[in-house]
Every structure is written in C-alpha cells, then in structure tokens.
C-alpha cells in the first residue's frame, strides 16, 4: 500500500476513535455480566470522556479534516494514483463528517433534518462523480464545494465544543446559525454540480 493510500486509510480509522470521545460508553455496556470486574476502569473511562471527549473529538475532526485532499495531492503528484485509492478516498471524504453528524444527533445537538440534507446531498454528488467516472468524465470540484466542506466543518466544531471559546464571551447560538448557514450552502452546492454538469445525466436520443 503506498503512501498515499496509507493516509486515506488513516483517515478512514480515525472515525472510531472520533466517535469513540463524542459518545460516551452506553449504560448497556457497563452492565453486561461477564465485563463487571472492568466496571470501575468503563466508569472511570467514561467520565472523562463526558468531561473531556468533546474537546479531543473536536481536535480529531479539525486534524482528520485538515488532511482531506493531501493523500489525493500526494498521489497524483508522485503518480501514485491507483484504483484503490479512487475507491477509498471518497469514503474517507464523506465517513467523518457523516459519523459527527449522526452522533451530534444522538446528543440531541442537531436536528436531524440538517443531517439527512448534508448526507443526501454528498451522497447524490458521489454518485454524479461515480456515473461521469463510467464515462471517462472528471467532475471537478468547485468553489461553492470547497466553501460547502469549511462551512461544515467550522459549524460540526462549533457544535462539539458547544461555541467555547465564544461561550465565555456571550449567549449568541453561533453554533445553530453556522449550521444552518453549512446546510444552505450545501443545497446550493449540491444545486450547483447538478446544474453545471447535467450532461452527464443526459440520455442519447
């Protein structure tokens, strides 16, 4: 496996551990049977977790995230560009931000409404790439994409980190209006692909 397939692959195990300090251990866990002489070591886990998991998770997103397009880079760079790479890096791509999504509204922090737009939309992208892939097209990505991608990713912070710093400071829900701004910046974005490349769609007469 060359270099940059190893960093997508990275990318794509770090999401276990991302959701493993932005949700704590379930109380099922702590009570099965046969796992109770590791009860005090779970609850000590777990506490900090609730204490601190939101801040490392935070950390993992932001880390995680910044890599995005740098196994890619490397790739065609040193023309290391292979099959499995183009299968696995669009994975990586959408994984991370699809697990934050989901766990935010397992904590009751996101309406799921923003979650199924966000996903349904990557997911119709990935799927217009896939169809001009077939046919030899190559979607390239466009300004309102990478604008939609750090939109999501500085509102998914926000929200992890329940707007700290900004908390200390003032009441205003930047987190909620950041959301919100990401999800009309997807829909326009998503909008956008379909409008610019509708070729690809097209069917011969």
Do not use: C
């Not at 990586?92 to 989901?102: H, I, S």
């Not at 750090?150 to 908390?167: E, G, K, R, Y």
Request: charged letters at 15%.
């Amino acid at each position: 496996m060359n270099l940059p397939n190893r960093i997508t692959m990275t990318r794509i195990l770090i999401v276990p551990l991302f959701l493993l300090f932005v949700i704590p251990f379930p109380d099922t866990l702590l009570d099965v049977s046969f796992l109770q002489f590791l009860k005090p070591q779970f609850l000590a886990v777990r506490s900090f977790i609730v204490k601190y998991g939101s801040y490392i998770a935070a950390a993992i997103f932001i880390l995680a995230s910044s890599t995005d397009g740098v196994d890619g880079y490397i790739a065609r760079k040193r023309k290391l560009v292979t099959n499995l790479g183009k299968f696995l890096d669009p994975i990586a791509d959408k994984l991370l931000v699809t697990a934050a999504l989901v766990a935010l509204v397992q904590r009751n922090e996101l309406t799921s409404w923003a979650a199924i737009i966000i996903i349904a939309r990557d997911l119709l992208v990935t799927g217009l790439r896939l169809i001009a892939a077939g046919e030899g097209i190559v979607v390239a990505a466009s300004v309102w994409g990478k604008i939609k991608t750090a939109a999501q990713m500085v509102a998914i912070v926000a929200m992890l980190l329940n707007n700290f710093p900004l908390s200390l400071f003032t009441d205003f829900p930047f987190d909620e209006v950041a959301m919100f701004f990401a999800v009309i910046i997807t829909i326009y974005s998503g909008i956008d692909y379909f409008r610019k490349n509708k070729h690809v769609l097209a069917t011969e007469e």
